[in-house]
């Protein structure tokens, strides 16, 4: 059974330049959730995308966009990178927005970006 | 949004110690869960423990939704349980994690 997978596992990019990553979500889930870990912080959440929609958001900004592929797969765009963008980007998938599958998440390893 | 405070943020062990850590919440508890997260960053389930209290092997967790804590009790603690640990809670679909608390567990 496949956990939630996500690639890069590392990446640099310079300010300014645009970032994709990638995640697939645990066999059986629907929904997938981003999250911007800083060094030293909690996961902050930055949205969720269930039926290809963005159903909740947190408090990014919009250089934070997204997308929910038909096969539940996401994918997380940053543009205009800022040295402060520099952390670990967390997938986690869950089943349903409703309900007790949606309430425990389940993460990848993550993808960290460093920004110079 | 909901506010959610852990303690101590850090914790030093002996192998072998118990030790208990805590979260608390500023609002109703619903969808509370624990985490692990390892050194090389993977956030690894413990508990989805909305109330009551679980146990998994030397692990357990208790809730008490009506006064707005929850604790995690690490017994015979190895040094594999280093790493942080973190409680979220749900509330408005927005998940929202504490600071953690950073456990060092010496052989």
């Known amino acids: 059974d496949a956990g939630v997978t996500q690639s890069p596992t590392h990446l640099i990019k310079t300010r300014g330049q645009q970032v994709t990553l990638r995640c697939s979500p645990k066999s059986g889930h629907d929904t997938v959730s981003w999250y911007q870990q800083a060094l030293g912080q909690g996961p902050q959440f930055i949205f969720q995308y269930y039926e290809e929609e963005e159903r909740q958001r947190g408090n990014f900004p919009d250089r934070f966009s997204g997308h929910q592929f038909p096969n539940y797969s996401s994918e997380l765009n940053v543009n205009a990178l800022l040295l402060g963008d520099s952390a670990l980007y967390l997938c986690?998938?869950?089943?349903?927005?409703?309900?007790?599958?949606?309430?425990?998440?389940?993460f990848g390893a993550g993808s960290r970006l460093t920004v110079l | 949004g909901i506010q959610v405070e852990q303690s101590p943020p850090d914790l030093i062990l002996q192998e072998g110690a118990n030790s208990t850590l805590r979260c608390n919440f500023s609002?109703?508890?619903?969808?509370l869960q624990w985490f692990h997260q390892n050194p090389w960053g993977q956030l690894i389930n413990l508990f989805y423990i909305p109330s009551g209290t679980k146990q998994n092997g030397r692990l357990s967790a208790t809730t008490v939704a009506t006064e707005r804590y929850s604790l995690l009790y690490i017994s015979s603690s190895q040094t594999t349980d280093s790493g942080v640990y973190f409680c979220a809670e749900k509330g408005s679909y927005i998940p929202t994690f504490g600071r953690g608390t950073s456990l060092i567990v010496h052989p």
């Open positions: 609002d109703s508890v619903n969808n």
């Open positions: 986690a998938s869950s089943l349903g927005t409703g309900g007790s599958g949606a309430n425990v998440l389940t």
